[in-house]
């Protein structure tokens, strides 16, 4: 689990650094990572004031690719 975790976070990183396209597969990656933040924040109040940093919650808010076929 922890190499999947890593592979999103790969990605990620990767698009956010211009290095890969932001495509499905990044925004896919975003969609898990979100959900697992979510989940270390309802694990424990800890974690409730950790966020995305500004250029992660930009390329959140960018509409996911459409594939036209």
Same mark, same amino acid.
């Given at each position: 689990?922890?190499?999947q975790s890593s592979?999103?976070?790969r990605i990620v990183r990767g698009a956010?650094?211009?290095e890969r396209p932001v495509d499905e597969e990044?925004?896919?990656s975003l969609a898990v990572l979100?959900?697992?933040l979510d989940q270390l924040k309802r694990a424990d @109040?800890?974690?409730s004031g950790v966020v995305f940093s500004p250029?992660?919650?930009k390329l959140r808010?960018? @509409?996911s690719p459409m594939t036209v076929g």
């Open positions: 689990m922890i190499g592979d999103h976070y956010l650094a211009g990044t925004f896919n979100n959900e697992r @109040k800890v974690f250029h992660v919650e808010g960018r @509409k």
